[in-house]
């Protein structure tokens, strides 16, 4: 009977955990539907700046006689410093979502090692915190909270001290790394270089047709502020697309959580039965030699 029991506790338990993933699984996906409007938003917010910034530079580079000359613009071909921001959850229980976006940060940490090159490491969320912490790697910057509620004044005043590092020469390179939403179902690693801004992506070299004037003498001072705003939604647009992909990751890991838990109730129960059965069998069989061996 304490066979029984153990089962029959064994039993209760797993519901109770079913309940609790499937609740989880449900908070997940409403989250996620919010996440994803504010993405969408976002997403055409983001496609505006870039087409804008691409117009000013565009004319900038028709202007100048030897082509785009910005510090922003200005790519290096063998980087002496590296910085590596990269954004992972504040909890768990998404699967592979926090391990996928530290297995790239590490290939990139290697890669730039390789090369003889100072990587200076910046994180967002809790758990890429207490890896490398726990790893004993150090951390230039962190924040906790930003991931879970990503904030746009947060976020630009976290990579606006970054970027100032950049325009003082300090860093050559900025390179962001999180997991990025692809569908309910799918999500996949981002690398962005966020500084030095790739020219190869703007349409430098073709004719504008673009109605807009900026005076000569404005246009590094309009360009800088661009970029600025630039880099500022980037990471604010890379914090939501995290996070929806954290909601995602989320949502499949307790759904398959869920399943395997109806299904270990359903071995437990046929457990339970069988042993209930050879218990009931047992006591027969004595009930059966008692009465046999009183005649």
Do not use: W
Request: glycine share 4%; with cysteine.
């Amino acid at each position: 009977m304490a066979n029984l029991k153990e089962i029959k506790r064994k039993i209760g338990s797993v519901k109770n955990t079913q309940k609790t993933t499937k609740a989880m699984k449900l908070v997940s996906s409403a989250k996620l539907k919010r996440t994803e409007e504010l993405a969408k938003r976002s997403r055409v917010y983001a496609a505006k700046l870039t087409e804008l910034l691409n117009e000013i530079a565009q004319k900038m580079h028709q202007n100048n006689v030897g082509g785009l000359d910005n510090i922003y613009f200005r790519d290096v071909v063998n980087p002496k410093v590296v910085d590596i921001v990269f954004i992972t959850a504040d909890k768990g229980l998404c699967g592979g979502f926090n391990a996928q976006t530290i297995k790239r940060v590490n290939q990139l940490i290697a890669t730039y090692k390789a090369q003889d090159v100072k990587i200076r490491l910046r994180a967002v969320g809790r758990k890429g915190i207490d890896y490398y912490k726990f790893n004993n790697i150090d951390l230039n910057d962190q924040v906790i909270g930003l991931s879970a509620a990503p904030n746009f004044e947060q976020a630009a005043a976290f990579i606006s001290d970054i970027s100032a590092a950049y325009a003082r020469g300090e860093t050559d390179k900025i390179v962001l790394v999180h997991n990025g939403y692809v569908s309910m179902i799918a999500q996949e690693i981002r690398e962005d270089q966020v500084l030095p801004i790739d020219a190869s992506k703007l349409a430098l070299n073709t004719v504008s047709t673009s109605e807009l004037e900026v005076e000569p003498d404005d246009d590094d001072t309009l360009l800088e502020a661009l970029v600025k705003r630039y880099v500022e939604y980037t990471m604010y647009y890379s914090l939501i697309d995290s996070l929806a992909a954290e909601h995602s990751a989320r949502m499949q890991a307790m759904d398959a959580a869920t399943t395997n838990a109806k299904q270990m109730v359903k071995e437990l129960t046929v457990k339970y039965n069988k042993a209930r059965q050879e218990s009931i069998t047992t006591e027969l069989i004595e009930i059966i030699s008692g009465v046999e061996s009183m005649k």
